[in-house]
Protein backbone atom coordinates (compact mmCIF):
# COMPACT_ATOMS: atom_id res chain seq x y z
CA UNK A 1 0.00 0.00 0.00
CA UNK A 2 1.92 3.27 -1.31
CA UNK A 3 1.51 6.70 0.15
CA UNK A 4 -0.12 8.58 3.22
CA UNK A 5 -3.08 6.54 5.00
CA UNK A 6 -5.71 8.38 7.21
CA UNK A 7 -7.43 5.48 9.63
CA UNK A 8 -11.44 5.44 10.14
CA UNK A 9 -12.93 3.48 12.60
CA UNK A 10 -15.97 2.18 12.24
CA UNK A 11 -18.09 -0.15 14.08
CA UNK A 12 -15.45 -2.77 15.28
CA UNK A 13 -13.18 -2.50 12.29
CA UNK A 14 -10.85 -0.05 10.50
CA UNK A 15 -11.33 1.53 7.52
CA UNK A 16 -7.78 3.55 5.75
CA UNK A 17 -8.08 5.48 2.86
CA UNK A 18 -5.18 5.55 0.95
CA UNK A 19 -4.35 9.47 0.27
CA UNK A 20 -2.70 8.47 -3.31
CA UNK A 21 -5.25 5.70 -3.92
CA UNK A 22 -6.54 5.79 -7.71
CA UNK A 23 -9.44 3.49 -9.81
CA UNK A 24 -6.05 1.46 -10.50
CA UNK A 25 -4.79 0.79 -7.33
CA UNK A 26 -7.10 -2.22 -6.72
CA UNK A 27 -5.58 -5.11 -8.45
CA UNK A 28 -6.01 -6.09 -12.01
CA UNK A 29 -6.80 -2.69 -13.27
CA UNK A 30 -5.25 0.11 -15.46
CA UNK A 31 -7.03 2.93 -17.01
CA UNK A 32 -5.78 5.58 -20.00
CA UNK A 33 -7.06 8.43 -21.09
CA UNK A 34 -6.23 10.99 -24.09
CA UNK A 35 -7.55 14.05 -26.09
CA UNK A 36 -9.15 12.27 -28.91
CA UNK A 37 -10.55 15.53 -30.90
CA UNK A 38 -13.96 15.64 -29.44
CA UNK A 39 -13.68 18.76 -27.18
CA UNK A 40 -11.07 21.82 -28.01
CA UNK A 41 -8.65 20.89 -25.18
CA UNK A 42 -8.28 18.36 -22.28
CA UNK A 43 -8.63 14.55 -22.45
CA UNK A 44 -12.04 13.91 -24.16
CA UNK A 45 -11.63 10.11 -23.78
CA UNK A 46 -11.00 7.30 -21.40
CA UNK A 47 -10.83 3.93 -20.70
CA UNK A 48 -10.90 1.44 -17.44
CA UNK A 49 -9.49 -1.94 -18.31
CA UNK A 50 -9.40 -5.11 -16.06
CA UNK A 51 -6.75 -7.99 -17.10
CA UNK A 52 -9.90 -10.39 -16.31
CA UNK A 53 -13.76 -10.19 -16.57
CA UNK A 54 -14.84 -8.53 -13.64
CA UNK A 55 -18.09 -8.77 -11.73
CA UNK A 56 -20.38 -6.00 -12.53
CA UNK A 57 -23.14 -3.92 -10.85
CA UNK A 58 -24.70 -0.66 -12.73
CA UNK A 59 -27.30 1.65 -11.65
CA UNK A 60 -28.83 4.53 -14.35
CA UNK A 61 -30.49 7.65 -14.53
CA UNK A 62 -34.29 7.09 -14.55
CA UNK A 63 -35.14 10.14 -16.79
CA UNK A 64 -36.61 8.27 -19.43
CA UNK A 65 -35.18 9.87 -22.26
CA UNK A 66 -31.64 7.55 -21.53
CA UNK A 67 -28.97 7.98 -23.63
CA UNK A 68 -27.90 4.83 -25.91
CA UNK A 69 -24.85 4.06 -24.16
CA UNK A 70 -26.80 3.57 -21.47
CA UNK A 71 -28.98 0.97 -23.40
CA UNK A 72 -25.34 -0.62 -25.10
CA UNK A 73 -23.93 -1.45 -21.99
CA UNK A 74 -27.02 -2.65 -19.67
CA UNK A 75 -27.04 -5.34 -22.74
CA UNK A 76 -22.99 -5.74 -22.58
CA UNK A 77 -23.87 -6.60 -19.00
CA UNK A 78 -26.98 -8.47 -19.68
CA UNK A 79 -25.43 -11.05 -21.45
CA UNK A 80 -22.99 -12.70 -19.01
CA UNK A 81 -22.97 -10.05 -15.49
CA UNK A 82 -19.58 -9.70 -16.54
CA UNK A 83 -17.88 -6.75 -18.33
CA UNK A 84 -13.90 -6.58 -18.75
CA UNK A 85 -13.77 -2.66 -20.57
CA UNK A 86 -15.46 0.61 -19.74
CA UNK A 87 -14.81 3.19 -22.72
CA UNK A 88 -15.82 6.75 -22.24
CA UNK A 89 -15.95 9.81 -23.69
CA UNK A 90 -16.93 13.32 -22.81
CA UNK A 91 -17.80 16.56 -24.51
CA UNK A 92 -20.54 14.74 -26.08
CA UNK A 93 -23.79 13.01 -24.68
CA UNK A 94 -24.89 10.81 -27.65
CA UNK A 95 -28.52 11.24 -26.15
CA UNK A 96 -31.36 12.21 -28.27
CA UNK A 97 -29.36 10.87 -31.66
CA UNK A 98 -32.24 8.66 -32.81
CA UNK A 99 -31.28 5.56 -34.45
CA UNK A 100 -27.26 6.60 -35.56
CA UNK A 101 -26.81 7.67 -31.44
CA UNK A 102 -27.42 3.69 -31.37
CA UNK A 103 -25.29 2.94 -34.14
CA UNK A 104 -22.41 4.72 -32.87
CA UNK A 105 -22.17 3.42 -29.41
CA UNK A 106 -22.58 -0.26 -30.68
CA UNK A 107 -19.44 0.48 -32.98
CA UNK A 108 -17.94 2.49 -29.42
CA UNK A 109 -18.75 -0.88 -28.24
CA UNK A 110 -16.99 -2.84 -31.18
CA UNK A 111 -14.23 -0.64 -31.22
CA UNK A 112 -13.11 -1.02 -27.89
CA UNK A 113 -13.69 -4.81 -27.89
CA UNK A 114 -10.99 -5.55 -30.81
CA UNK A 115 -8.48 -2.85 -29.13
CA UNK A 116 -8.93 -4.85 -25.46
CA UNK A 117 -9.06 -8.30 -27.64
CA UNK A 118 -12.19 -9.07 -25.60
CA UNK A 119 -15.81 -10.48 -26.80
CA UNK A 120 -18.11 -7.24 -27.49
CA UNK A 121 -20.10 -8.02 -24.49
CA UNK A 122 -17.09 -7.72 -22.11
CA UNK A 123 -17.11 -3.77 -23.36
CA UNK A 124 -19.22 -0.90 -21.80
CA UNK A 125 -19.48 2.43 -22.75
CA UNK A 126 -20.22 5.87 -21.52
CA UNK A 127 -20.43 9.36 -22.88
CA UNK A 128 -20.85 12.75 -21.44
CA UNK A 129 -21.62 16.03 -23.14
CA UNK A 130 -23.94 18.04 -25.03
CA UNK A 131 -26.98 16.65 -25.52
CA UNK A 132 -28.75 16.30 -29.59
CA UNK A 133 -25.36 16.24 -31.53
CA UNK A 134 -24.26 13.22 -33.47
CA UNK A 135 -20.58 11.81 -32.10
CA UNK A 136 -17.75 12.51 -34.16
CA UNK A 137 -17.02 8.73 -34.64
CA UNK A 138 -14.21 9.69 -36.89
CA UNK A 139 -12.08 10.94 -33.92
CA UNK A 140 -13.67 8.70 -31.39
CA UNK A 141 -12.22 5.95 -33.51
CA UNK A 142 -9.37 6.66 -34.12
CA UNK A 143 -8.93 7.63 -30.27
CA UNK A 144 -9.98 3.97 -29.23
CA UNK A 145 -7.60 2.24 -31.17
CA UNK A 146 -5.10 4.61 -29.48
CA UNK A 147 -5.83 4.22 -26.16
CA UNK A 148 -2.88 2.25 -23.92
CA UNK A 149 -3.95 1.58 -20.19
CA UNK A 150 -1.28 1.91 -17.72
CA UNK A 151 -1.32 0.56 -14.12
CA UNK A 152 0.22 4.34 -13.00
CA UNK A 153 -1.94 7.42 -10.89
CA UNK A 154 -0.35 9.16 -13.96
CA UNK A 155 -2.95 6.97 -16.55
CA UNK A 156 -5.97 7.05 -13.89
CA UNK A 157 -5.64 10.73 -13.72
CA UNK A 158 -5.35 10.97 -17.08
CA UNK A 159 -8.45 9.44 -17.34
CA UNK A 160 -9.99 11.27 -14.75
CA UNK A 161 -9.51 14.82 -16.53
CA UNK A 162 -11.05 12.38 -20.06
CA UNK A 163 -14.21 12.15 -18.48
CA UNK A 164 -15.09 16.06 -16.87
CA UNK A 165 -17.13 18.23 -18.88
CA UNK A 166 -17.78 21.67 -16.60
CA UNK A 167 -16.11 20.16 -13.63
CA UNK A 168 -13.34 22.42 -12.22
CA UNK A 169 -11.75 19.09 -10.71
CA UNK A 170 -11.37 15.86 -10.93
CA UNK A 171 -12.75 13.39 -8.79
CA UNK A 172 -11.45 10.14 -7.22
CA UNK A 173 -10.99 7.83 -3.88
CA UNK A 174 -9.58 4.95 -2.38
CA UNK A 175 -10.32 3.23 0.62
CA UNK A 176 -8.89 -0.05 2.05
CA UNK A 177 -10.08 -2.89 5.06
CA UNK A 178 -8.98 -6.26 5.69
CA UNK A 179 -11.71 -9.29 4.79
CA UNK A 180 -10.55 -12.78 6.03
CA UNK A 181 -7.21 -11.47 6.67
CA UNK A 182 -6.83 -10.19 3.49
CA UNK A 183 -6.30 -6.49 2.18
CA UNK A 184 -9.05 -4.99 -0.19
CA UNK A 185 -9.51 -1.87 -1.89
CA UNK A 186 -11.91 -0.12 -3.57
CA UNK A 187 -11.22 2.96 -5.49
CA UNK A 188 -13.74 5.66 -7.37
CA UNK A 189 -13.65 8.32 -10.19
CA UNK A 190 -16.68 10.53 -11.09
CA UNK A 191 -17.55 13.58 -13.00
CA UNK A 192 -20.29 16.01 -12.67
CA UNK A 193 -21.35 19.56 -11.75
CA UNK A 194 -24.55 20.31 -13.25
CA UNK A 195 -27.47 18.44 -13.92
CA UNK A 196 -27.46 17.15 -10.90
CA UNK A 197 -30.50 15.54 -8.72
CA UNK A 198 -30.63 12.97 -6.66
CA UNK A 199 -32.77 10.68 -8.64
CA UNK A 200 -30.88 6.90 -9.00
CA UNK A 201 -27.29 7.96 -8.85
CA UNK A 202 -25.51 10.73 -10.43
CA UNK A 203 -23.34 12.00 -13.55
CA UNK A 204 -21.00 9.23 -14.17
CA UNK A 205 -19.17 7.28 -11.69
CA UNK A 206 -16.87 4.50 -12.24
CA UNK A 207 -15.69 2.09 -9.12
CA UNK A 208 -12.99 -0.38 -8.86
CA UNK A 209 -12.59 -3.19 -6.66
CA UNK A 210 -10.34 -6.33 -6.05
CA UNK A 211 -12.84 -7.87 -3.97
CA UNK A 212 -14.06 -11.22 -4.58
CA UNK A 213 -18.00 -11.02 -5.10
CA UNK A 214 -20.31 -12.26 -7.48
CA UNK A 215 -22.12 -9.51 -9.55
CA UNK A 216 -25.67 -10.37 -8.33
CA UNK A 217 -24.56 -9.47 -4.88
CA UNK A 218 -22.77 -6.76 -5.71
CA UNK A 219 -25.60 -5.02 -7.39
CA UNK A 220 -27.58 -5.36 -3.92
CA UNK A 221 -24.29 -3.86 -2.01
CA UNK A 222 -24.20 -0.71 -5.02
CA UNK A 223 -28.40 -0.54 -4.82
CA UNK A 224 -28.21 0.34 -0.93
CA UNK A 225 -25.30 2.29 -1.13
CA UNK A 226 -26.57 4.35 -4.16
CA UNK A 227 -29.98 5.72 -1.86
CA UNK A 228 -27.77 6.54 1.14
CA UNK A 229 -24.78 8.70 -1.30
CA UNK A 230 -25.64 9.72 -4.86
CA UNK A 231 -29.04 9.77 -4.56
CA UNK A 232 -28.74 11.94 -1.51
CA UNK A 233 -27.22 15.18 -3.44
CA UNK A 234 -28.28 17.55 -5.68
CA UNK A 235 -26.93 20.67 -7.65
CA UNK A 236 -29.98 21.81 -9.37
CA UNK A 237 -32.75 19.66 -9.40
CA UNK A 238 -32.32 18.08 -12.97
CA UNK A 239 -31.39 14.34 -13.91
CA UNK A 240 -29.05 13.74 -16.78
CA UNK A 241 -30.18 11.31 -19.38
CA UNK A 242 -26.45 9.86 -19.52
CA UNK A 243 -26.12 9.29 -15.28
CA UNK A 244 -24.79 5.81 -14.18
CA UNK A 245 -22.52 4.40 -11.74
CA UNK A 246 -20.49 1.33 -12.77
CA UNK A 247 -18.64 -0.76 -10.08
CA UNK A 248 -15.97 -3.83 -11.38
CA UNK A 249 -14.95 -6.50 -9.10
CA UNK A 250 -11.79 -8.28 -9.90
CA UNK A 251 -11.80 -11.10 -7.64
CA UNK A 252 -8.17 -10.53 -7.27
CA UNK A 253 -8.05 -9.71 -3.09
CA UNK A 254 -8.35 -13.36 -3.48
CA UNK A 255 -11.00 -13.17 0.26
CA UNK A 256 -13.73 -15.89 0.33
CA UNK A 257 -16.48 -14.68 -1.72
CA UNK A 258 -18.84 -11.68 0.08
CA UNK A 259 -22.27 -12.06 0.43
CA UNK A 260 -24.86 -10.80 3.03
CA UNK A 261 -24.32 -13.77 5.54
CA UNK A 262 -20.09 -13.27 5.24
CA UNK A 263 -19.35 -12.78 8.52
CA UNK A 264 -17.40 -9.56 7.17
CA UNK A 265 -20.28 -8.54 5.09
CA UNK A 266 -20.36 -5.01 6.46
CA UNK A 267 -17.14 -4.18 6.11
CA UNK A 268 -17.07 -4.57 2.40
CA UNK A 269 -20.56 -2.65 2.37
CA UNK A 270 -18.74 0.38 4.26
CA UNK A 271 -16.24 0.52 2.26
CA UNK A 272 -18.28 1.19 -0.94
CA UNK A 273 -20.36 3.55 1.15
CA UNK A 274 -17.30 5.44 2.28
CA UNK A 275 -15.98 5.54 -1.93
CA UNK A 276 -19.15 6.70 -3.19
CA UNK A 277 -19.83 8.78 -0.13
CA UNK A 278 -16.51 10.61 -1.02
CA UNK A 279 -17.71 11.20 -4.57
CA UNK A 280 -20.63 12.21 -4.02
CA UNK A 281 -19.49 14.77 -1.79
CA UNK A 282 -17.13 15.82 -4.13
CA UNK A 283 -19.96 16.40 -7.18
CA UNK A 284 -21.61 18.70 -4.80
CA UNK A 285 -18.95 20.46 -3.57
CA UNK A 286 -17.80 21.31 -7.29
CA UNK A 287 -21.98 22.29 -8.24
CA UNK A 288 -21.06 24.68 -11.09
CA UNK A 289 -20.84 28.18 -10.01
CA UNK A 290 -20.58 26.57 -6.38
CA UNK A 291 -18.75 28.55 -3.55
CA UNK A 292 -20.00 26.40 -0.71
CA UNK A 293 -20.57 22.36 0.16
CA UNK A 294 -23.82 21.92 2.45
CA UNK A 295 -24.51 19.10 4.66
CA UNK A 296 -27.98 18.28 5.68
CA UNK A 297 -28.14 15.76 8.67
CA UNK A 298 -31.61 14.61 10.17
CA UNK A 299 -31.88 12.89 13.66
CA UNK A 300 -35.05 11.72 15.15
CA UNK A 301 -37.41 10.93 12.22
CA UNK A 302 -40.04 8.50 12.05
CA UNK A 303 -37.88 6.41 9.51
CA UNK A 304 -34.54 6.67 7.29
CA UNK A 305 -36.70 7.39 4.35
CA UNK A 306 -38.56 9.88 5.99
CA UNK A 307 -35.20 11.69 6.84
CA UNK A 308 -33.79 11.58 3.62
CA UNK A 309 -36.55 12.98 2.30
CA UNK A 310 -36.20 15.74 4.79
CA UNK A 311 -32.34 16.25 4.08
CA UNK A 312 -32.99 16.51 0.42
CA UNK A 313 -36.11 18.81 0.55
CA UNK A 314 -33.65 21.11 2.91
CA UNK A 315 -30.39 21.04 0.60
CA UNK A 316 -32.54 21.23 -2.96
CA UNK A 317 -34.51 24.23 -1.86
CA UNK A 318 -33.31 27.24 -4.60
CA UNK A 319 -34.30 29.20 -1.48
CA UNK A 320 -31.76 27.65 1.23
CA UNK A 321 -28.94 27.78 -1.27
CA UNK A 322 -28.97 31.33 -2.21
CA UNK A 323 -29.46 32.41 1.80
CA UNK A 324 -26.10 30.47 2.28
CA UNK A 325 -24.18 31.89 -0.93
CA UNK A 326 -25.28 35.28 0.79
CA UNK A 327 -24.33 33.99 4.15
CA UNK A 328 -27.86 34.86 4.78
CA UNK A 329 -29.11 32.76 8.46
CA UNK A 330 -32.45 32.87 6.99
CA UNK A 331 -33.55 29.22 9.07
CA UNK A 332 -37.40 29.94 8.27
CA UNK A 333 -36.44 28.90 4.24
CA UNK A 334 -34.76 25.64 6.12
CA UNK A 335 -38.01 24.78 8.55
CA UNK A 336 -40.58 25.82 5.51
CA UNK A 337 -37.84 22.92 3.19
CA UNK A 338 -39.33 20.59 6.30
CA UNK A 339 -42.70 21.25 6.38
CA UNK A 340 -43.45 20.55 2.46
CA UNK A 341 -40.64 17.55 1.92
CA UNK A 342 -43.84 15.18 2.70
CA UNK A 343 -42.62 13.70 5.68
CA UNK A 344 -43.65 13.09 9.14
CA UNK A 345 -42.95 15.34 11.31
CA UNK A 346 -44.69 16.84 14.77
CA UNK A 347 -44.24 20.69 13.95
CA UNK A 348 -44.45 21.31 17.72
CA UNK A 349 -41.25 19.69 18.55
CA UNK A 350 -38.63 20.54 16.09
CA UNK A 351 -34.54 21.45 17.05
CA UNK A 352 -32.77 22.92 14.42
CA UNK A 353 -29.19 24.53 14.27
CA UNK A 354 -26.78 26.29 11.87
CA UNK A 355 -23.36 24.80 12.46
CA UNK A 356 -23.03 25.02 16.17
CA UNK A 357 -25.98 27.76 16.69
CA UNK A 358 -28.97 26.58 17.93
CA UNK A 359 -32.26 28.20 16.03
CA UNK A 360 -35.16 26.57 17.36
CA UNK A 361 -35.51 24.42 20.18
CA UNK A 362 -38.82 22.34 20.34
CA UNK A 363 -39.99 24.23 17.04
CA UNK A 364 -39.39 27.79 19.10
CA UNK A 365 -37.23 30.18 17.96
CA UNK A 366 -34.43 30.95 20.11
CA UNK A 367 -32.34 34.09 20.11
CA UNK A 368 -28.68 34.43 18.29
CA UNK A 369 -25.87 36.36 17.30
CA UNK A 370 -26.87 37.80 13.42
CA UNK A 371 -23.25 38.41 13.46
CA UNK A 372 -21.85 35.01 14.75
CA UNK A 373 -24.31 33.08 12.06
CA UNK A 374 -22.96 35.22 9.49
CA UNK A 375 -19.14 34.24 10.16
CA UNK A 376 -20.13 30.68 10.41
CA UNK A 377 -21.94 30.57 6.86
CA UNK A 378 -18.88 32.12 5.57
CA UNK A 379 -16.72 28.64 5.34
CA UNK A 380 -16.35 27.08 2.84
CA UNK A 381 -18.42 24.03 4.43
CA UNK A 382 -21.65 24.52 6.27
CA UNK A 383 -24.20 22.36 7.90
CA UNK A 384 -27.33 22.03 8.62
CA UNK A 385 -28.72 19.72 11.57
CA UNK A 386 -32.38 18.86 12.27
CA UNK A 387 -33.64 16.88 15.46
CA UNK A 388 -37.26 15.90 14.61
CA UNK A 389 -37.83 13.89 18.22
CA UNK A 390 -39.96 11.42 16.75
CA UNK A 391 -38.40 8.52 16.32
CA UNK A 392 -34.81 6.60 15.11
CA UNK A 393 -34.30 7.68 11.33
CA UNK A 394 -31.25 9.45 10.45
CA UNK A 395 -30.39 10.71 7.30
CA UNK A 396 -27.48 13.01 5.29
CA UNK A 397 -28.25 14.63 1.89
CA UNK A 398 -25.40 16.93 0.68
CA UNK A 399 -25.26 20.23 -1.97
CA UNK A 400 -24.16 23.40 -2.79
CA UNK A 401 -24.66 27.09 -2.67
CA UNK A 402 -26.63 28.95 -6.06
CA UNK A 403 -24.58 31.45 -7.22
CA UNK A 404 -24.58 34.36 -9.72
CA UNK A 405 -21.70 31.72 -11.41
CA UNK A 406 -24.24 29.17 -12.66
CA UNK A 407 -26.36 31.18 -15.03
CA UNK A 408 -23.07 32.52 -16.38
CA UNK A 409 -21.79 28.58 -16.95
CA UNK A 410 -25.45 27.29 -18.14
CA UNK A 411 -26.10 30.54 -20.19
CA UNK A 412 -22.86 29.31 -22.66
CA UNK A 413 -22.69 25.76 -22.04
CA UNK A 414 -22.46 24.92 -25.76
CA UNK A 415 -20.39 28.19 -26.73
Known amino acids: MKGKVTALLTANYDIVKIEKGTIV??????????????KKQRNDLGAIFCNVPASVASVYTLNKMQAAPLKVTKESIAKEKKIQAIVVNSGNANACTGKQGLED??????????????????AAVASTGVIGLQMPMDKILSGI???????????AEQFNEAIITTDLVTKSTCYQAQINGRPVTIAGSAKGSGMIKPNMATMLGFVTTDAAIESDILQLALKEVTDQTFNRITVDGDTSTNDMV?????????NELLHPSHPE???FVQLLR???????????RDGEGATKLIEVEVKGALNDEDAGK???????????KTAVYGTDANWGRIIA????????????????????????????PLPFSEEEATAYLENHEVKFTIDLQIGEGYGKAWGCDLTYDYVRINASYRS
Not at 25 to 38: I, Q
Not at 145 to 155: A, G, I, V, W
Request: contains cysteine; charged residues 15%.
Open 310 to 320: IAKAVVGSPLV
Open 25 to 38: TPKGFSAAGLHSGV
Open 246 to 254: TVMASGQAE
Open 265 to 267: WQV
Open 145 to 155: SQLNPEQTNES
Open 274 to 284: QTCEDLAKMIA
Open 337 to 364: AVGYSEAVIDPESIHMFVGPIQMLRDSQ
Open 105 to 122: AYAMRKAAAKKFNIPEHY
